[in-house]
């Protein structure tokens, strides 16, 4: 079975701009979630879809938004970006909701 | 949320047991105990989880005090493919909360 793939997997952009970035989940997984993992706060969760609704949300401001499809594969964007935004950005999918996470490779951003 | 404490980091020889503790004195009774561990430049990858009973896998064990306030992850002979962060979560539903981990160096 394929595991979850992020693209692309880096990506340059400067301040200001706004990226999206995608994840496919693996085969028969519904759960996606995103997290950002920086040097200074490490891995913080961004948001969890399930279904194509947002289940869960973590502490980030709205510039941060996501959706998932039908088939489950989930983007998430950022809009008007900031340098503190660079990171590693992971995208994990599970069966459901709670069950075990499976993490994608990660897109690494860095805003110029 | 409850919290999690690892030590920073580790080290341990190769083909040698490592036991990575884990406290987590504030977990309520519907708190599951997750290990992950991330290799360089790799996403987080499942290792092991329990509730409250021991619990073995093909990777490592997963030994939890009776009371639940700590836990050690333990692998049984140390390679230097397990060099990594190893993390520590107390999961209750859909999210993570990761903290810093703890680094573990194996030396040949």
């Known amino acids: 079975k394929a595991g979850v793939t992020q693209t692309p997997r880096y990506l340059i952009k400067t301040r200001g701009q706004q990226v999206t970035l995608s994840c496919s989940p693996i085969?028969?997984?519904?759960?996606v979630s995103w997290y950002q993992q920086t040097p200074g706060q490490g891995l913080q969760f961004l948001f969890e879809?399930?279904?194509?609704?947002?289940?869960n949300k973590g502490n980030f401001p709205g510039r941060f938004s996501g959706r998932q499809f039908s088939n489950s594969r989930s983007e998430m964007n950022v809009s008007t970006l900031e340098l503190g935004d660079s990171a590693l950005y992971l995208c994990?999918?599970?069966?459901?909701?709670?069950?075990?996470?499976?993490f994608g490779p990660g897109t690494r951003l860095t805003v110029l | 949320d409850a919290k999690t404490t690892q030590p920073n980091s580790m080290e341990s020889n190769e083909e040698e047991p490592v036991h990575l503790p884990c406290n987590h004195s504030t977990i309520s009774g519907t708190d599951y105990i997750h290990w992950y561990r991330q290799l360089p430049s790799q996403g987080p990858e499942y290792v092991i989880h329990g509730l409250t009973s021991n619990v073995n896998n093909r990777m490592a064990s997963l030994a939890i005090a009776e009371d639940r306030k700590s836990s050690t992850l333990i692998l049984h002979r140390a390679t230097l493919r397990d060099a990594a962060v190893y993390y520590c979560i107390l999961r209750r539903g859909g999210n993570m909360r990761f903290g810093a981990g703890t680094r573990l160096t194996v030396k040949p």
């Open positions: 085969s028969g997984h519904r759960s």
């Open positions: 994990a999918s599970s069966y459901t909701s709670g069950d075990t996470q499976y």
């Open positions: 879809y399930f279904s194509e609704t947002q289940r």
